[in-house]
């Protein structure tokens, strides 16, 4: 299930072919509890007929490794559902209250690997209450009995808590890889527990959590055990409070498989020096700070760190560079050759900053940058790195009136000189439909398209036009797409356009767009695989909503937030599709006064039915 972690297009695993369990648990399941525990087929001279042809399909199912493969392929019969989930190594859950853990383990007995998801993504920008949910706790409790030799769990968006990292260490004795992405709750204490009782692991990756701050943090590090050698992963950038360098610089140099590292901005280019001196086979690394530690009169020189990053001939994907000082980065000039993966989205780093690093980066596939890089540094990329696959450029000022620094000019640039693009995410403050026009003619093997005009409804900035010509070009000429993200001034012929050329789009988000509900008619009719619409600020009420009746249940969520919905709207939506969990979320009201407008509607489909865990301001209705 290689990229499970990341905002994967493909479904939450198919768990049998009704909520009820009616068409799995009443039948006699062969050997589904027996001591082969799903590892591979069993031979037996005097096996039947029928049995011998379900070990020679689970042969071939073990060849299966795309999560939509395999659940289509449970699908064919019931002999093909038994040896489907015989074979099964890695288990991927798109949505924790989409199935009942229990079930999940009960039908799964060979599972390796759990990748879990949690929250929806509308979290990152604090549109959920506190305490909305998502704890792992009780995927923890089923996943411990069921699979001692579980090795590998990652968890997005989930609230995770010292005692649920604790659980993790006791019950898992061969556990090797722990990824918690966008995560919660927990602090350096339970990182200590891992460290500590997890003497097999290999793998600690933590990304973009929020890690809770401490007056006296845990010596996290220092747990690690001295007979651990096997680590090849440690990202710890998000943990934001300081650590023991002494004992990482221990824990690396007795790390001869560490490949990845990303330390936290408590790490100076002194520090650094001393890290990368320990680890000359990495092939990630994560600066920290990128400053010097000491005044600038007795700091370290250029001169003295190049050879550094000169004898690090392997490196190949960097970050970091928090509280950059910009006067160091030619140091990594030794580097840039081989790079395949910059990112730089943690500084503001302007054109003059960044430019001569990116004449250097002629290999370089993926690149993270904020918009501070200007329209200037843009082009200088186009020039430079023909081979590019993914750019984001992220908004410094994310506000909607903010002077954003990029602009078609940038896009149009990188259409041109990037004609090998698959993935865009793009934040500004104006945009012309005949940039994005263009993009749709240069870049037409784009997978992703997510371009975020940060004004509301904003128009072509030329013409004056809505940008639905351009968002139009984007459906007809990328035949690839399967995400895309739509601001600026739309109207209903943007939507129509989407509903009639994209039909592979899987998730799709809106905002600020749209000028009447028939834009979601059009989304629902035409776009026949979406698996996930997010909406905001648009002018869509219950109308729109109740136009996909008929497509809820073959998609996985829907948000919706600061529109136009009603609770009767949502009350019907409930009404309708009693299979379907439907969400709202209150804002905060003194007065305690019930409103008849929805803010935010969350809607899933769930064999599990509603969940128990709710806090006051969730209403399911």
């Known amino acids: 299930?290689?990229?499970?972690?990341?905002?994967?297009?493909?479904?939450?695993?198919?768990?049998?072919?009704?909520?009820?369990?009616?068409?799995?648990?009443?039948?006699?399941?062969?050997?589904?509890?027996?001591?082969?525990?799903?590892?591979?087929?069993?031979?037996s001279s005097s096996a039947p007929p029928d049995q011998v042809l379900e070990n020679v399909l689970e042969s071939v199912l073990e060849f299966l490794?795309?999560?939509?493969?395999?659940?289509?392929?449970?699908?064919?019969?019931?002999?093909?559902?038994?040896?489907?989930?015989?074979?099964?190594?890695?288990?991927?859950?798109?949505?924790?209250?989409?199935?009942?853990?229990?079930?999940?383990?009960w039908r799964f007995r060979g599972v390796h690997a759990v990748v879990l998801k949690g929250k929806p993504r509308f979290a990152d920008f604090s549109l959920l209450p506190d305490g909305w949910g998502a704890n792992v706790k009780p995927w923890l409790e089923a996943l411990g009995p069921a699979y001692p030799c579980l090795e590998r769990i990652c968890l997005k968006r989930m609230t995770v808590t010292d005692d649920d990292l604790g659980l993790v260490a006791r019950s898992f004795p061969q556990f090797k890889e722990l990824s918690l992405v966008c995560c919660e709750g927990f602090s350096t204490l339970g990182l200590a527990v891992i460290a500590e009782r997890c003497r097999h692991l290999r793998v600690l990756d933590l990304i973009e959590d929020y890690v809770?701050?401490?007056?006296?943090?845990?010596?996290?590090?220092?747990?690690?055990?001295?007979?651990?050698?096997?680590?090849?992963?440690?990202?710890?950038?998000?943990?934001?409070?300081?650590?023991?360098?002494?004992?990482l610089e221990a824990l690396v140099a007795r790390s001869p498989s560490l490949r990845r590292l990303r330390v936290n901005h408590h790490v100076s280019v002194e520090q650094l020096r001393r890290l990368m001196a320990r680890a000359p086979q990495l092939t990630h690394l994560g600066t920290g700070a990128f400053r010097p530690e000491a005044p600038q009169g007795g700091a370290m020189s250029v001169s003295e760190l190049t050879p550094s990053f000169a004898a690090s001939t392997s490196i190949v994907c960097l970050s970091g560079f928090q509280e950059v000082n910009p006067e160091y980065l030619p140091a990594i000039y030794p580097v840039c050759g081989n790079l395949t993966s910059l990112n730089v989205s943690f500084a503001s780093l302007t054109a003059e900053d960044l430019t001569p690093v990116i004449r250097q980066c002629h290999k370089l596939q993926t690149f993270w940058v904020l918009d501070t890089v200007g329209d200037e540094g843009l082009r200088a990329v186009a020039e430079t790195c023909s081979d590019l696959r993914e750019l984001r450029v992220f908004p410094l000022d994310a506000t909607e009136d903010s002077d954003g620094s990029v602009s078609d000019v940038g896009?149009?640039?990188?259409?041109?000189?990037c004609r090998k693009l698959e993935s865009i995410l793009y934040f500004c403050q104006q945009m012309t439909n005949s940039a994005v026009v263009a993009m749709s003619n240069n870049c037409p093997d784009l997978v992703v398209f997510r371009l975020c005009i940060m004004g509301r409804h904003r128009p072509d900035r030329i013409t004056g036009e809505p940008m639905d010509d351009g968002f139009g070009a984007i459906v007809m000429n990328c035949k690839k797409l399967t995400r895309l993200s739509v601001s600026g001034l739309l109207t209903d012929k943007a939507f129509s356009y989407i509903g009639k050329y994209g039909k592979l789009i899987k998730t799709l988000s809106l905002a600020f767009s749209g000028n009447s509900d028939l834009s979601l008619q059009f989304l629902f009719e035409g776009c026949t695989r979406l698996q996930k619409l997010e909406v905001r600020d648009s002018p869509f009420s219950d109308r729109g909503l109740l136009c996909g009746l008929d497509y809820f249940y073959n998609m996985r969520f829907l948000w919706m937030n600061s529109c136009r919905l009603t609770m009767r709207g949502c009350r019907e939506v409930a009404q309708r599709m009693p299979n379907l969990v439907v969400e709202v979320m209150e804002e905060p009201n003194e007065d305690k006064v019930e409103t008849e407008t929805v803010d935010k509607l969350y809607l899933y489909r769930s064999l599990a039915g509603p969940r128990d865990d709710a806090p006051p301001l969730v209403k399911i209705l």
Request: charged share 25%; with cysteine.
């Open 1 to 43: 299930m290689s990229g499970a972690a990341e905002e994967a297009d493909s479904p939450p695993t198919h768990m049998s072919e009704d909520s009820s369990g009616s068409s799995s648990g009443g039948r006699r399941t062969p050997d589904l509890r027996g001591g082969n525990n799903g590892g591979g087929p069993r031979a």
């Open 411 to 417: 896009l149009q640039a990188i259409s041109e000189g």
């Open 65 to 105: 490794t795309a999560a939509r493969d395999r659940n289509a392929a449970s699908l064919v019969c019931r002999s093909w559902y038994r040896a489907e989930a015989q074979t099964r190594r890695e288990l991927f859950i798109g949505n924790c209250y989409a199935v009942d853990p229990r079930r999940a383990v």
């Open 212 to 247: 809770d701050q401490e007056d006296e943090a845990v010596d996290w590090i220092s747990k690690f055990p001295v007979s651990n050698t096997s680590l090849e992963s440690l990202m710890f950038d998000c943990v934001g409070v300081p650590f023991n360098f002494e004992a």
